[in-house]
């Protein structure tokens, strides 16, 4: 079946950009002001393209030449199905002769558009710098960099897991049974996702399409480490490989459950946010997790069933070997948390407080447009050169939607606005007038977003006017403001959800707290430590407000993974060695495959910075190295130090621990 599933399912993960949506409509607050203006705009017969802004420059001087080509250039656009009707006549530079410019809509996809204009433009005179920016231009050259995501990607990623799983089994035939589970399970997420995507149940963009590929192959990859880890063991306890099975199934299916709930519902607490992209990463990533769930537990154990002892050759499990668990560095990390278990705890919290009191280096107050990109692109150099010679926001308009009676005042409220260039009526319909304001400054920059700012407070004075805001500008604007809004909204909702899954699945509501806490902390410590490396090692010019709210919901819901497969462990080995040695027999146990488990999520994050995004290379730092530190630090030392420390009162209300077991002065359990 799960064949048949990959032969179908397959073909769809390099299909997935047909049905991706990447302009500025699949990012848009819902309910802002800058939206609403968008949908009025609808009204207006010719406010369906995108503006592309051809700007030329020539620092000596533009030549007569130039004028030629470029005026060429316009009549061929002009008549050109790339463009919509309005292409604006060449104008030069208002104080300077050495740039020209012109104002192209073009219709239909802005990236297909943008790509045959630049084709058109491509023998200009020699000396003559051409460019094509403006918002066209910035959609143009964000496909472009999401265009390889579906090879580059998964190639990066499927290489690096692979190296893991060959350093971690020892073995050549485990590794490529394990990402052929992962495999399959992203081609079932991308069926699912190009089928709802096509129908528009959901929308999909680059941003979350590249998520959807890590969370897999991380997610599959993590449950099948924790799978194979407890066949391996209990190979080792029964003859048969079919009742190995059944057993490791058994022994696994609470946890891996529990994790994937977890990260579901951690997921889909963005369908709380008021931002299109976060919403729809949501079920989108909901999905991938589930597909990962699917193939690990149905596909990855019966494949392993068939191959049996072979799988693990050349060192093979035989029945009644010993487990060397005890015997490597979990086992002396264990016997540490023994001996001084308060002193583990208490060093190891302060270690996370350090970085954690950088937290407020981190600065999310959202970026320009123009700096999203880790490479310089045409769109940023032509929007340079644009604002060096032109008004800043010229060929991205804020646009004024008002009361046509209001025209005249809305119009003189405009134009009395600091930072407003030029405003003029541009059309009306159905009582309505919508005004373009051209900035001085550039579209994206926060003296535009201040300009913004006080274009709506000075409109919305306009008795009777019902002016709103919208263009560009401010549709940055309203997103870094609702991207803040879901960051104090989201956070607790994922708090609360993960809470309740943890007493679910521990029986238990000390226990649940604690782990949050300490999830929590490593979050801060993180983010941190990201404060100060993107800042002074990176050089980044900031980030935008979704990166804290997408980093705290993966790490948050990832994190708690480790500590899930953890605690499960510890929970069934207290009932019958009480809590301080479940414990420490749960860590041993379990050290190697969950540092492994941590080790491929991280890498695999990590490949989500080969794509020259600022906000992608900045959540693969920011997950990859909480995952290491929650692996690490938080479920190696942190929770199994405090674990121990409280004794069997961390299962509060439960009598776990408590009912059977007394602890003795030498550590052993008694019975009591």
């Known amino acids: 079946m799960w064949l048949a599933v990959g032969a179908v399912g397959g073909p769809y993960a390099g299909m997935l950009s047909d049905v991706a949506e990447n302009d500025s409509a699949a990012f848009l607050p819902t309910s802002a002001e800058s939206t609403e203006v968008q949908r009025l705009q609808r009204q207006f017969a010719d406010t369906g393209a995108v503006p592309a802004v051809v700007v030329a420059e020539r620092p000596e001087g533009i030549t007569p030449a130039d004028r030629a080509f470029l005026e060429d250039a316009r009549s061929r656009l002009a008549d050109a199905d790339v463009t919509a009707p309005g292409v604006s006549p060449v104008l030069p530079a208002p104080a300077d002769d050495a740039a020209l410019r012109l104002v192209a809509p073009v219709a239909g996809d802005p990236g297909e558009s943008v790509e045959r204009i630049r084709g058109m433009l491509a023998r200009a005179p020699a000396g003559l710098d051409v460019y094509v920016t403006g918002p066209a231009g910035r959609v143009a050259d964000l496909s472009e960099a999401f265009s390889g995501i579906d090879g580059l990607l998964l190639l990066v990623a499927g290489s690096v897991v692979a190296v893991i799983l ?38 999909l963009n680059g941003q979350s399409q590249g998520i959807l590929f890590i969370l897999v192959f991380g997610a599959a990859t993590d449950y099948a480490l924790l799978l194979v880890s407890r066949y391996r063991e209990e190979l080792r306890a029964v003859p048969g490989r079919g009742d190995a099975m059944l057993r ?302 997408f980093g705290f919901v993966f790490l948050v819901a990832l994190g708690i993974d480790y500590n899930i497969f953890l605690m499960t462990r510890v929970r069934e080995e207290t009932r019958t060695k009480g809590t301080r040695q479940g414990t420490l027999h749960g860590l041993t146990v379990t050290g190697g495959v969950i540092t492994s488990a941590g080790v491929v999520l991280a890498a695999t994050f990590s490949a989500l910075a080969v794509l020259p995004l600022l906000f992608l290379a900045q959540i693969a730092f920011i997950v990859a190295f909480g995952v290491l530190l929650d692996t690490l630090v938080v479920r190696s030392l942190l929770v199994p130090a405090l674990t121990v420390d409280i004794g069997g009162r961390v299962w509060w209300p439960s009598r776990l621990g408590r009912s059977r077991f007394r602890t003795s002065h030498s550590g052993m359990p008694t019975s009591t």
């Open 166 to 203: 060959v350093v971690v089994y020892r073995s050549p035939l485990l590794p490529l049974l394990v990402l052929l589970s992962a495999v399959l399970a992203l081609g079932l997420a991308s069926l699912v996702v190009y089928l709802l995507a096509d129908g528009g149940v959901l929308a």
């Open 248 to 549: 490791a199934w058994r022994g696994t299916i609470e946890p891996i459950l529990a994790s994937a709930g977890t990260v579901i519902l951690g997921v889909l607490c963005l369908l709380f946010s008021e931002l299109n992209s976060n919403r729809d990463l949501g079920p989108v990533a909901a999905i991938g997790i589930a597909a990962a769930l699917l193939a690990s537990t149905t596909f990855l154990p019966a494949v392993l069933v068939v191959f049996g002892r072979v799988a693990f050759w050349p060192f093979r499990p035989h029945t009644g070997t010993r487990k060397p668990e005890s015997e490597g560095v979990w086992g002396r990390i264990a016997g540490r948390v023994d001996r001084t278990p308060r002193a583990v705890w208490l060093v190891t919290t302060v270690a996370l407080l350090v970085p954690a009191a950088f937290l407020p280096q981190f600065e999310a107050s959202g970026t320009a447009e123009s700096e999203l990109f880790l490479e310089r692109v045409e769109s940023v150099a032509g929007q340079e050169v644009l604002a060096e010679y032109f008004p800043g926001g010229a060929g991205a308009p804020t646009v004024v939607i008002a009361d046509a009676d209001a025209t005249g005042a809305v119009l003189r409220a405009t134009r009395a606005v600091d930072g407003v260039a030029e405003a003029e009526p541009t059309g009306t319909a159905r009582g309505l007038v919508r005004i373009e304001a051209v900035l001085t400054a550039p579209a994206d920059s926060d003296a535009a977003l201040d300009t913004v700012q006080r274009l709506r407070d000075s409109v919305h004075a306009v008795d009777g006017a019902q002016a709103l805001v919208g263009g560009t500008t401010a549709v940055q604007l309203d997103t870094i403001r609702t991207s803040q809004r879901d960051l104090a909204v989201i956070i607790p909702i994922v708090l609360a959800v993960v809470f309740a899954v943890l007493a679910l699945l521990l029986r238990a509501l000390l226990a649940p707290l604690l782990l949050i806490g300490t999830v929590v902390l490593s979050f801060a410590a993180t983010m941190g430590v990201a404060g100060l490396v993107f800042e002074y090692v990176f050089g980044f010019p900031g980030a935008d407000p979704a990166v804290p709210l």
